[in-house]
């Protein structure tokens, strides 16, 4: 059984919560080479490729930034409530977004992350708030609910 030390922890969570594209060359520090990755757009199993989503991820908004509100977990996994807030840069800028998320996390024998899975809303929390899009997210939600 694999038992992360609380320290080792909360330097992960420091992690996200500074990352910066400078910060992202540091992953490695943190994730294992063959760590699998998986959100609602991306799945890879290859910490270089972790961190062009993290890169693009700056390339394509402006200041997201992560905010971990909970942990749960005994060590050997973790689930992380968090929510990431951001602003596109091609549309009205100046609105502050906020995506609420939550990271199920597994760890190797350095307690490196081997796993890493993401769920949110898409519709929700990013369809729905698009024009054009979100008029139709929308409309299916109030017809289907």
């Known amino acids: 059984m694999i038992v992360m030390d609380q320290g080792r922890i909360d330097a992960l969570l420091h ?40 890169a693009r991820m700056f390339r394509q908004l402006a200041d997201p930034r992560f905010v971990v509100h909970e942990k749960i977990g005994d ?5 992380l409530l968090w929510d990431m807030s951001f602003r596109l840069r091609s549309w009205r800028p100046q609105l502050l977004r906020v995506i609420h998320g939550v990271s199920h996390l597994r760890f190797d024998d350095e307690g490196k992350v081997t796993y890493h899975r ?16 979100g008029v139709a997210v929308r409309f299916l939600r109030r017809a289907m609910g």
């Open 75 to 79: 060590g050997t996994g973790l689930i």
């Open 118 to 133: 993401d769920y949110w809303d898409t519709g929700e929390e990013l369809y729905a708030k698009l024009p054009l899009i």
């Open 15 to 54: 992690f996200y919560e500074t990352l910066s594209p400078d910060r992202v060359q540091h992953f490695g520090f943190y994730y294992a080479d063959g760590a699998y990755f998986k959100d609602p757009f991306n799945e890879v199993t290859r910490i270089e490729d972790i961190r062009e989503i993290f």
